[in-house]
């Protein structure tokens, strides 16, 4: 793995906080190409090429016209008349003197009509504005290709934000608040012995306040249990009589932090370790049980996990432990006790896949990529995008018309951009483009929204004239707000793509910017 | 300025939120026509914008608003540019290191937006009068400083004139807010004295991460505690060698920085705690937020939307509270945040506060000062048209010895308000009520 330079470390400090320095990697060597340098295009780029994406394309066969001087930041004045994927080229390399950046002037329809292998070596290609017709070819390539593909556009007040990939995988999903793993209702060997092996009644105050509350919990859910047939609480009133026991045990309810955190977490403590739906969606996946000599490294791991979690019927200990409040002898001890039945796990799981390897006649997998794997494994995320082919070929209708349903839902939105986009492909002009047409064309939008529905199979009444009049008032205008929000959510989606953390969007987003509202479903 | 030179087909985008009537444009809209554009007049020549702050969302804002035809704009910020901005502040190049984030990046704009005139103010905004602040159509605030948003906040409050209860919209200056941390951010539009104010919702904010104190000196447990100790002790115990004067620590110095580190492992190492790395050191004593170009492009193209909008009456707004989360998906979530009753700031209701009569002053205040409802920094009280206890050198020494005396002493009764100022709310008097307890 590259590392980023001395001075590049300081430089992108704040983001490298968030992604690590893999996560940086993977963006270094990422290319990406954008249709259209429009202002939605450029904005989305400056935002990938500040944190430092390897190289960027832009395929755009305008001239810089004195519109976009009004709404575009990577154009100047001097440049009017210029080749306009030029010029916003050479602008955004000014952010960044890391960053490869290129122009093609050609027209990106004619680009996907006549040479469609000229994506193959992108990671990731951004579509703006580009009618349905060649969308859907490219589309169709790039799902084959195994390429991202993002389409985004501002029209008047709206964004609209669409992504698709066959298969994404996430090892760090990096959720806001992870659970921990501490399995304090039951305790591997390791863990017990050590708690039984602290005599409370020995202990000054000082150290009876300064045990860990994990400790002190797996003591007495035991003291329970054996005065319970065996049985941790399960009622609620149960839980609660536990809770006063266990209150009653401290010498200083009011002054020992440790007896405090006990019941902060007594709720948590009871839920035993489980296998979260999405990893469990993982485990049960068909790929687990047809690897071949060329399965991605990911579904070999999720198969050795798969066996790790019907042998022992849990997932393996993640090992950290949270602050709380101990000395630091006790605590140490306690980190040590996690950490060594983490590594016993890993090399458990290790075992399972060095096995599978040879089955499979596959290479080796690098034991640090194991080991993230196993250390991730509560935080596992899978999900295949539908291709835009298929949303229209396979509408999701029912979620279409019961989102449509309600009031004021953002899904009208979708509706009337489908239909814009239905316009071009018939008049070779957006709806309300030119002042004189805007009556005609209300007219014109509203038979092709009502056709749509009618395709769609959902009553007609369900889009007020309203939104085919907003629509038809834009006129197809970008502004730049509306460009830069869009841009800005598309290149954080984007980010996530690329450095295989967090979780993107799956797969439609809609902004609203009349209200300041936004939606996401999948269509 | 002399607009008769700009493109004519410049403002063809905007010119048709501005020109055409629409189906959720406010009730107040009036088109702009050919012979009466007033809207584009507006934009062009009456409106002036202030930005606070030109950092991350500082950056993005000034280009927002010149491309949404503000001409009028200033911005203020006190910051130098650190090479740590790069990454996200794009109007600052390497060679601008050390230089005044207001004036390279009002520099910037004004070279790349023809006809933008952007004046940069390196100065507190406490530096500014009332008369300043009252040539605004409307502030836009991009701060990472709590403090900071709740003074623009209380001053804009301030600038409301209300006769009778009857608020003169004229002087209603509407604050647009952001704020963002690394994948997650809020953008919220403030209507002073109409809609809550940012003093409304202050007990919503977390506190800052603290660490115990006998944590930090006895039990040390992680690799912060350890760093914090550096910082606490370390730097007081004169019998550490230091290769600097501790009382001119400065945690952008490298030297002073390095020295922390190497005190933390030491300790660390100590005490067996793993994980103090010269970045963690850093991150905890400059209590670092992780920031990125695309959740500020976000959140304060937001802002700028709702500035448009309220410009121009062309479209809804926002009510008045979204917050954006890009952790999982794309989430957003607008709702509205209700004034609260009594807020210090923008409330005409008093607050009451639960005291024994006993109390002394001293503990009266300490008390006033933990509640999360007013987080006074600096409050000096009045009651009954006298002084309590005033900060300031002279009425200072003449009320401190009120410190030691109970409130019965000090002649304050059950159901007596309190008046009570303080630094961080500029011109605000909260008042108090006092709600004496039953002694047991």
């Known amino acids: 793995m590259s590392q980023t330079t001395g001075t590049d470390t300081e430089k992108y400090d704040r983001q490298l906080r968030l992604w690590g320095e893999e996560g940086q990697a993977r963006l270094e060597k990422s290319s990406i190409c954008l249709l259209n340098g429009t202002a939605t295009g450029a904005e989305t780029l400056k935002n990938l090429v500040l944190p430092g994406i390897g190289a960027f394309t832009i395929v755009d066969n305008q001239k810089v016209a004195e519109s976009d001087l009004g709404n575009n930041f990577f154009v100047e004045r001097q440049s009017l008349g210029q080749n306009r994927s030029k010029v916003v080229c050479e602008l955004l390399r000014e952010l960044n003197d890391r960053v490869k950046g290129s122009s093609v002037e050609e027209d990106p329809i004619h680009l996907i009509n006549t040479n469609i292998s000229f994506f193959k070596d992108f990671n990731l290609v951004i579509a703006n504005r580009i009618p349905e017709e060649p969308l859907l070819t490219l589309s169709q390539y790039l799902y084959e290709n195994n390429i991202a593909l993002v389409v985004v556009n501002s029209y008047g007040f709206i964004g609209y934000l669409r992504l698709s990939v066959p298969e994404h995988q996430v090892i760090e999903s990096k959720p806001d608040t992870p659970m921990d793993d501490l399995r304090i209702s039951e305790p591997f060997k390791e863990l017990e012995d050590y708690a039984n092996s602290i005599n409370l009644e020995s202990l000054n105050s000082q150290q009876h306040s300064h045990i860990a509350y994990v400790l002190l919990l797996i003591k007495f859910f035991n003291a329970w249990k054996s005065t319970h047939g065996g049985k941790l609480p399960e009622t609620r009133p149960e839980k609660e009589e536990f809770k006063k026991f266990f209150i009653s045990k401290s010498r200083n309810y009011k002054d020992e932090l440790n007896f405090n955190e006990g019941v902060t977490n007594l709720l948590k403590a009871f839920q035993p370790s489980r296998v979260p739906s999405d990893v469990d969606q993982i485990l049960k996946d068909p790929k687990t049980s047809e690897l071949t000599e060329n399965s991605d490294d990911f579904w070999v791991l999720a198969a050795a996990l798969k066996s790790f979690v019907e042998e022992h019927k849990k997932l393996p200990l993640h090992g950290n432990v949270p602050d709380m409040t101990a000395d630091t002898l006790g605590f140490i001890k306690l980190q040590n006790i996690y950490q060594d039945k983490a590594n016993e796990d890993l090399s458990d799981l290790t075992g399972r896949v060095e096995s599978i390897l040879s089955k499979i006649g596959k290479d080796t997998i690098p034991q640090e990529y194991i080991k993230k794997f196993c250390k991730n494994a509560r935080f596992l995320h899978l999900a295949r995008y539908r291709s835009l082919n298929e949303e229209r070929t396979q509408p999701r209708t029912q979620v279409i018309t019961g989102e449509l349903e309600q009031p004021d839902n953002l899904m009208v939105f979708y509706i009337v951009l489908r239909a814009v986009d239905k316009f071009f492909t018939l008049y070779n002009r957006y709806p309300g483009f030119n002042d004189e047409d805007i009556d005609s064309d209300q007219s014109l939008l509203k038979n092709i929204v009502n056709q749509l529905l009618s395709e769609l199979q959902i009553p007609t009444d369900l889009v007020k004239d309203d939104y085919v009049n907003e629509f038809t008032r834009y006129g197809a205008s970008e502004l730049h707000n509306i460009a830069s929000l869009m841009g800005g959510i598309t290149s954080q989606e984007i980010i996530k793509l690329i450095t295989h953390q967090y979780i993107p969007l799956n797969n439609t987003y809609i902004f609203n910017g009349i209200n300041s509202t936004g939606a996401n479903w999948k269509l | ?440």
Request: with cysteine; charged share 25%.
């Open chain 2, 1 to 440: 300025m002399d607009t008769t030179n700009d493109l004519p087909n410049r403002w063809t985008d905007i010119g048709k939120m501005i020109k055409r009537n629409g189906p959720f444009a406010s009730p107040d809209f009036v088109p702009d026509t050919k012979t009466t554009p007033t809207i584009m007049n507006g934009l062009q020549n009456d409106f002036k914008v202030l930005v606070i702050g030109a950092g991350g969302l500082g950056c993005e804002i000034l280009k927002n608003l010149a491309l949404s035809g503000f001409k009028n704009i200033d911005v203020i910020d006190m910051d130098t540019i650190d090479v740590s901005n790069l990454n996200r502040q794009f109007l600052f190049r390497r060679k601008d290191v050390g230089k005044s984030k207001a004036e390279v990046a009002a520099a910037f704009i004004n070279s790349r937006i023809t006809g933008c005139n952007v004046t940069p103010y390196k100065c507190r905004i406490q530096d500014k009068d009332d008369d300043y602040y009252r040539q605004f159509k409307v502030v836009i605030a991009g701060l990472d400083s709590i403090e900071a948003r709740r003074w623009i906040n209380g001053q804009l409050v301030n600038l409301v004139v209300c006769d009778d209860g009857n608020i003169d919209p004229e002087t209603v200056i509407p604050l647009i807010d952001g704020g963002t941390e690394g994948f997650k951010g809020q953008a919220r539009v403030i209507l002073p004295k109409i809609t809550s104010c940012f003093e409304c919702s202050i007990d919503a904010f977390p506190p800052p991460t603290t660490y115990a104190v006998c944590t930090i000196a006895n039990t040390p447990r992680l690799p912060e505690h350890c760093i914090q100790w550096a910082l606490m002790f370390g730097l007081e115990d004169a019998k550490l060698p230091k290769p600097f004067d501790p009382k001119q620590f400065d945690n952008d110095n490298p030297l002073h920085m390095n020295w922390v580190f190497e005190t933390a492992k030491k300790r660390a190492e100590d005490h067996n705690i793993t994980g103090v790395t010269y970045k963690l050191t850093q991150g905890v004593s400059k209590n670092i937020i992780p920031a990125i170009a695309s959740t500020n492009a976000i959140i304060a193209a937001a802002c700028c939307n709702e500035a448009f909008k309220f410009c121009t009456d062309s479209s809804g707004f926002l009510n008045n509270y979204m917050m954006y989360n890009g952790l999982n998906g794309v989430y957003t979530y607008t709702f509205e945040y209700e004034q609260k009753e009594g807020c210090a700031v923008c409330g005409t209701n008093v607050s009451t506060f639960d005291i024994s009569p006993s109390t002394t002053l001293e503990v009266f205040m300490e008390k006033l000062m933990e509640d999360p409802r007013f987080q006074f920094k600096k409050p000096s009280l009045r009651s009954n048209g006298r002084n309590l206890y005033m900060q300031g050198t002279v009425l200072n020494a003449a009320t401190k010895p009120n410190l030691t005396k109970t409130l019965q002493e000090l002649e304050v009764l059950d159901d007596d308000e309190i008046t009570i100022t303080d630094p961080a709310l500029p011109g605000i008097a909260c008042r108090i009520k006092v709600h004496y307890l039953q002694d047991n």
